[in-house]
Antibody, heavy 121, light 107 residues
Framework: QLQLQESGPGLVKPSETLSLTCTVS??????????WGWIRQPPGKGLEWIGS???????YYNPSLKSRVTISVDTSKNQFSLKLNSVTAADTALYYC?????????????WGQGTLVTVSS | EIVMTQSPATLSVSPGERATLSCRAS??????LAWYQQKPGQAPRLLIY???TRATGIPARFSGSGSGTEFTLTISSLQSEDFAVYYC?????????FGQGTRLEIK
């Protein structure tokens, strides 16, 4: 059974770079039809898709964040990562990683438990 | 960008009754629509994909319908564990977008 776990700093200073890693267990990140995504949720608010990646490195980003986002994959560690630069308080959110099991345009299942990142000096 | 609008924002229903949640897309998404349930302190859980296909392990009291721009999630007989926030998501076009959520609360 596929499981995902986010990790990374819970506090980031304004203007710096947010960096998170998602570790996949119970399956290979190189699974043929799987994409891998990042989604965030500001406290008390709804869900926003950040971007998705295939094990080959192909990426798709939300245009609203594209200029600041980089998603990468490390197949040797069965991990994928998120970098968001020039963060502000508006980037404070629960960040989820998730599996996209049926290609690039698809739903997400399962999700990691989420990690709270606070942007504050 | 396709805007997903859910209604109502909050729905109050008694246990054992039926709940009907709506999701509207700003343009057609075909049947490329998923529903998620989120409980406090938990990650979203996939309920429905393809507008009407239940995900693995989801009880039969959950059903989805619709296509194009109008979608419905129906919970036929509410159990205590069903009170949560529900989100729809379209995956027909980039960027992937979610509705703002419907909070289902106990009446």
């Amino acid at each position: 059974q596929l499981q995902l776990q986010e990790s990374g700093p819970g506090l980031v200073k304004p203007s710096e770079t947010l960096s998170l890693t998602c570790t996949v267990s119970g399956g290979s990140i190189s699974g043929s039809s799987y994409y891998w995504g990042w989604i965030r949720q500001p406290p008390g608010k709804g869900l926003e898709w950040i971007g998705s990646i295939y094990y080959s490195g192909s990426t798709y980003y939300n245009p609203s964040l594209k200029s600041r986002v980089t998603i990468s994959v490390d197949t040797s560690k069965n991990q994928f990562s998120l970098k968001l630069n020039s963060v502000t308080a508006a980037d404070t959110a629960l960040y989820y990683c998730a599996s996209a099991p049926w290609g690039k345009l698809t739903w997400f299942d399962p999700w990691g438990q989420g990690t709270l990142v606070t942007v504050s000096s | 960008e396709i805007v997903m609008t859910q209604s109502p924002a909050t729905l109050s229903v008694s246990p054992g009754e039926r709940a009907t949640l709506s999701c509207r897309a700003s343009q057609s998404v075909g049947s490329n629509l998923a529903w998620y349930q989120q409980k406090p302190g938990q990650a979203p859980r996939l309920l429905i994909y393809g507008a009407s296909t239940r995900a693995t392990g989801i009880p039969a009291r959950f059903s989805g319908s619709g296509s194009g721009t109008e979608f419905t999630l129906t919970i036929s007989s509410l159990q205590s564990e069903d009170f949560a926030v529900y989100y729809c998501q379209q995956y027909n076009n980039w960027p992937l977008t979610f509705g703002q959520g419907t909070r289902l609360e106990i009446k």
